[in-house]
C-alpha cells in the first residue's frame, strides 16, 4: 500500500500469469518510472511517474494488448471536512457505541500511494485475456498537468475533457480542451474536495432535517396508557360523520 | 461484410463529395436537438453538412448532468443505491448491481447464494426491459410506427415481474449490501416463466415485422461501420463491440459472484460491424436472457436472502473497481472509501459516454438520414451520458 522507492528490487506477490507479465512488460518499457505496483482482490494497480504516463499507455496497447479504453478521471485526495455531514449524522437506529466517524485530517491515498494532492488514474483491459490494469500518476499541486493519450486511445479525448473541467487538470496535447457538460461560462472545477456543494452548506444533512418533530401531544411516550378504548371510537366518528354533510353544502 | 461492399460504400461516398464539389455546395450547420425524437432525452448534435452529408458531428452532452460523482460524495451508501438507479432508468436494476458488489468487495461480506440468484434473475429482466424498448424504439427511428407498441405491450410483462418482487417498475432499489431487501412473493418464479415467453415471443414478432424486413435491411446495412480496433480505442462495450466481432462478454469471462455461471447461454457476436448488426445483436441477446431467467428460475436454490451486516454500513478503506455487464454495455464503479458512511470518491464508468463518444468518428461522412440510424443503433440513454 505505501509507495516505495525502490521497486525493482523488491517485486510485490502477484502470482496470476497476465497481471505478472504485465508488470513485467511495464516495468521493462518504463524502468524506475514505474512507482508502485499492488495486487489486490484480483486486479492490478499500477502507478506510474507522470513522465512515463504516456509511455504507459503505450506500452499497454502495443506491446501488451491492452487495447480497450475503459475510462480516464482524476481523484482530489485533501480531505474533506467541508462537506462531511455524515461525521455529525447518527441516524435514530445507530448501533450502541458508536462512535462518530473521525475527522480526517491529513491525505491518506489509496492504493498504489501517491506523493501529491491530485492523481490522475485510468484503467485498460486486454479483451483477449480477460485482464484489466488501472493506471496511476501523481500530479503536481500547482500545476496538475499531464500528456494526452488522445493519440493512442481516441476514446480518451471527452474523458480527458471531462477531468479537465471537473478537476481542472491540463493535458498536453490534447486536441481541444473544452467543456463537455458545464456551460462554456463556468466556473471552478466542482469535484474538488474545495469545490462547495451548495446544497451541503444550506441543510448539512438531509437524514437530519427530515426528520420532523413529533408534535407533543400526539406523542405516544406522553398519552396516558389505557386510552381510547373501543367506545370513544364510534364517539369521535360521529362528530366527523356530522360535520362532513355541512362542509360541503357550504361550498355548494 | 466483404470486401467488395465496403469499397463500393466508400466510393459511393467518394463519388457524391465529388459531385458536391462540382456544385461547390455550399456547406450548412444542422443543429440537431437538444430536443429531438431520436436523441432519447436531450442529446444535441451539431452537424456540418455539405449537400447531404455530414462533414463532421459534434455532439453536445450535458443538458442533463446531474453532478453524480459529487453527490455520491456527500451522501451514504444506502442513499447512493437510489441515486444510481437513475442513471440508466429503462434497466435501473442493473445499475445497483455492481456499485453494491464493489462495496461488498471492500466489506469482505458476500451475500448468499439464493441472493446472487435472484439479483441476476432482476439483472436480466432489467436488460429485457431495456432492449425491448431499443427494440420497438430503433423502428420508430426509420418510420416503422408498429413496433414501438409491440414494445411497450410486452415490456409490460417484464416490468410487471419486477413491481410485483420489489415494488418499483422503474426504479427498483431492490439490491442491499449483504443481500436483497425481501425475498420473492409466492408464485413469482412460475409467473415469471411465462411471462419470458410472451418476451420470446416479441423477438418472434419483431424479427418478422422489422429486423427481417427488407425496408430495415436497406437502411441499415453496410451504415455506420465501426471496425473493431476503432471500436476499442473508443471504449464501445456491450452489443455495439459484440457487433464487431469482439467476442467479450463479462457475464461470461469475469469472476462475477453473480450466477450467471450457472446458466447455459451464448454470447452473439456479429462480424459486420454496422448498424444492423447492432440491432440484430441485441435481439439475440434478449431471448439469451429470457433463457438465462428461465434456467434461474427453474434451479433457484433456497436459503438466506441477506448476509450479516451492521445496521449503519461503513465501507472500510480501500479502492476497488467492479464492472458487469449492463444492458448498455460495460458499467464500473470505481469506489474509494476512506471508511467513512460514504464514499470518498466515486467515479462511474458509464457505457453510453464511451459509446457515443464514438460519434464524431463514425457520422463522419454518412448521410443525414443515417444518421439518427446510427445514434439509434448505437444506443445510448441519456441518464447514462450526463450522470
Not at chain 1, 451541503?200 to 438531509?206: A, F, I, M
Not at chain 1, 356530522?242 to 355548494?252: I, R, W
Not at chain 2, 444542422?30 to 455530414?54: F, K, M, S, Y
Not at chain 2, 457515443?356 to 461522412?365: E, N
Request: with cysteine.
Amino acid at each position: 500500500m505505501t509507495a516505495t522507492d525502490a521497486p525493482a528490487t523488491e517485486a510485490p506477490a502477484i502470482e496470476a500469469g497476465h497481471h505478472q507479465r504485465i508488470v513485467d512488460g511495464l516495468r521493462g518499457s518504463l524502468g524506475d518510472a514505474v512507482l508502485d505496483v499492488v495486487l489486490e482482490r484480483g486486479d492490478l494497480w499500477v502507478r506510474v511517474d507522470r513522465s512515463a504516463w504516456h509511455g504507459a499507455f503505450e506500452a499497454g496497447k502495443r506491446k501488451l494488448g491492452l487495447t480497450f479504453f475503459s475510462f480516464l478521471s482524476g481523484i482530489d485526495w485533501t480531505p474533506a471536512p467541508g462537506l462531511s455531514g455524515e461525521r455529525t449524522f447518527k441516524g435514530e437506529d445507530a448501533d450502541e457505541g458508536d462512535e462518530p466517524v473521525e475527522e480526517a485530517t491529513e491525505v491518506r491515498t489509496g492504493l498504489a500511494g501517491g506523493d501529491t494532492r491530485f492523481q490522475v488514474f485510468a484503467r485498460l483491459f486486454d479483451v483477449r485475456r480477460h485482464v484489466g490494469v488501472t493506471l496511476k500518476a501523481d500530479l503536481d499541486d500547482a500545476d496538475p498537468s499531464i500528456d494526452t493519450v488522445t493519440d493512442l486511445f481516441r476514446g480518451a479525448d471527452w474523458h480527458e475533457r471531462e477531468t479537465w473541467e471537473m478537476f481542472g487538470f491540463t493535458f498536453d496535447g490534447h486536441p481541444g480542451l473544452r467543456h463537455l457538460y458545464l456551460p462554456a461560462e463556468f466556473e471552478g472545477h466542482p469535484l474538488r474536495k474545495d469545490f462547495p456543494l451548495l446544497s451541503r452548506e444550506v441543510k448539512p444533512w438531509p437524514g437530519l432535517v427530515n426528520v420532523e418533530q413529533i408534535p407533543p401531544h400526539l406523542d405516544p411516550k406522553n398519552q396516558p396508557a389505557a386510552e381510547a378504548p373501543p367506545s370513544e371510537a364510534p364517539a369521535s366518528d360521529a362528530p366527523a360523520a356530522d360535520a362532513a354533510p355541512p362542509a360541503e353544502g357550504g361550498t355548494e | 461484410m466483404p470486401d467488395w461492399k465496403k469499397a463500393a460504400y466508400v466510393a459511393a461516398q467518394a463519388a457524391d463529395a465529388r459531385v458536391n464539389v462540382e456544385l461547390e455546395a455550399e456547406g450548412m450547420t444542422l443543429n440537431i436537438g437538444p430536443q429531438h425524437p431520436a436523441t432519447h432525452g436531450t442529446l444535441r448534435i451539431v452537424c456540418r453538412l455539405d449537400g447531404e452529408q455530414v462533414v463532421w458531428a459534434d455532439p453536445v452532452p450535458g443538458y442533463m448532468h446531474r453532478g453524480y460523482e459529487k453527490l455520491c460524495e456527500v451522501r451514504n451508501y444506502p442513499q447512493i443505491n437510489t441515486l444510481v438507479n437513475r442513471i440508466d432508468w429503462l434497466g435501473s436494476f442493473c445499475n445497483e448491481v455492481p456499485f453494491i458488489l464493489a462495496a461488498e468487495q471492500l466489506m469482505e461480506v458476500e451475500a448468499p447464494e439464493r441472493a446472487q440468484w435472484i439479483r441476476t434473475i432482476f439483472f436480466e429482466l432489467g436488460r429485457q426491459a431495456n432492449l425491448i424498448l431499443f427494440l420497438g424504439d430503433v423502428g420508430t427511428q426509420l418510420g416503422a410506427i408498429t413496433p414501438v407498441f409491440l414494445a411497450f405491450r410486452d415490456r409490460e410483462h417484464v416490468l410487471n415481474m419486477i413491481e410485483a418482487a420489489t415494488g418499483g417498475r422503474f426504479h427498483p432499489n431492490f439490491d442491499r449490501i449483504g443481500g436483497l431487501k425481501d425475498d420473492l412473493p409466492k408464485g413469482w418464479l412460475d409467473e415469471t416463466v411465462s411471462a419470458m415467453k410472451r418476451v420470446e415471443d416479441f423477438c418472434d414478432e419483431v424479427e418478422d415485422l422489422m429486423i427481417g424486413g427488407t425496408i430495415f435491411q436497406q437502411r441499415t446495412r453496410g451504415v455506420g461501420v465501426i471496425p473493431a480496433e476503432v471500436g476499442l480505442e473508443y471504449g464501445l462495450t456491450g452489443a455495439n463491440i459484440r457487433a464487431s466481432g469482439i467476442d467479450w462478454d463479462l457475464r461470461r469471462d469475469s469472476e462475477s459472484p453473480l450466477a450467471w455461471k450457472s446458466a447455459d447461454f451464448k454470447v452473439v457476436t456479429h462480424p459486420d460491424g454496422d448498424s444492423f448488426a447492432r440491432c440484430w445483436v441485441r435481439l439475440q441477446e434478449v431471448r439469451e436472457s429470457a433463457r438465462i431467467v428461465r434456467q434461474l428460475c427453474e434451479g433457484l436454490p433456497a436459503g438466506p436472502i441477506m448476509a450479516k451486516v451492521p445496521k449503519i454500513i461503513k465501507v472500510p478503506a480501500g479502492e476497488a473497481y467492479v464492472e458487469t455487464e449492463n444492458p448498455l454495455g460495460v458499467m464500473g464503479y470505481y469506489l474509494v472509501s476512506q471508511g467513512g458512511l460514504g464514499p470518498f470518491r466515486l467515479k462511474i464508468r458509464t457505457p453510453s459516454f464511451n459509446n457515443i463518444a464514438i460519434a464524431p468518428w463514425v457520422l463522419r461522412g454518412v448521410y443525414v438520414p443515417d444518421v439518427i440510424t446510427i445514434l439509434a443503433s448505437l444506443y445510448f440513454i441519456l441518464g447514462d451520458i450526463d450522470r
